[in-house]
């Protein structure tokens, strides 16, 4: 099997990606800890987040959503390359234990994922963020709940509407029913553009018990 973007030759074909083309993808700078944006204080956490404290704790992205992960995820999501995952949840994976081994980061209790409505689904054929939540589940030695949480309503696409209109698209979307007590949960999405969906889910899964909620996406959208 060869590199999905330079088309070498692996050494390990399960990884996909290859050591080079790790190392050479976008880096952030100097990003908050909580909502992975730039900032430029010398704490982790950034004045917006002091002032507007998201419901999770911690947000863990690969690069901004840029080339290349921004056409490997085009593909997955648009044309069915769904052999792309597990090398891009092993990017995924990678970025949350750097973030481990700098910040001692705890393992989570369990693994879920942003859920598609059920529509959604059936058109596309899967939920792109339960394909790249499993393996790190696996990788994690942690349950996987792909269904803990449900959406209860459509919504309209996010990419489409503005700002305000995404905030309030979300209202109310997401229920978890599921006893959380002292749970500690990894929330797993693709692409995190403005916050809102991963903030109404963690206030969700806080609701139900959770101590705290680590996000990992693949991309983080600097506004």
Not at 50 to 71: F, G, M, Q
Not at 167 to 189: E, P, T
Request: proline share 5%; hydrophobic share 40%; with cysteine.
């Amino acid at each position: 099997m060869r590199c999905i973007l330079c088309d070498m030759p692996l050494f390990l074909p399960h990884h996909g990606i290859c050591c080079q083309c790790v190392n050479n993808l976008p880096k952030f700078n100097k990003i908050c800890h909580q909502c992975c944006l730039p900032h430029s204080l010398p704490t982790d956490i950034c004045y917006r987040c002091r002032v507007n404290k998201p419901y999770w704790d911690e947000l863990i992205a690969v690069s901004d959503y840029v080339n290349p992960l921004k056409k490997l995820i085009h593909h997955l999501k648009f044309y069915n390359k769904v052999e792309l995952s597990t090398a891009l949840a092993r990017l995924m994976f990678l970025a949350w234990y750097q973030r481990r081994e700098s910040d001692t980061l705890a393992k989570p209790d369990l693994v879920t994922c942003v859920p598609l409505h059920h529509i959604r689904y059936w058109s596309r054929g899967f939920n792109q963020a339960e394909l790249l939540a499993k393996p790190i589940a696996r990788w994690l030695n942690r349950d996987f709940y792909p269904y803990l949480l449900f959406r209860n309503k459509s919504g309209q696409d996010q990419k489409r509407l503005s700002l305000t209109e995404r905030i309030g698209n979300v209202d109310a979307l997401f229920i978890c029913h599921q006893d959380l007590s002292n749970k500690s949960i990894m929330l797993i999405d693709d692409i995190v553009t403005t916050g809102n969906t991963i903030n109404v889910i963690s206030q969700q899964l806080k609701k139900c018990g959770a101590t705290s909620v680590q996000v990992v996406c693949l991309c983080r959208t600097v506004l």
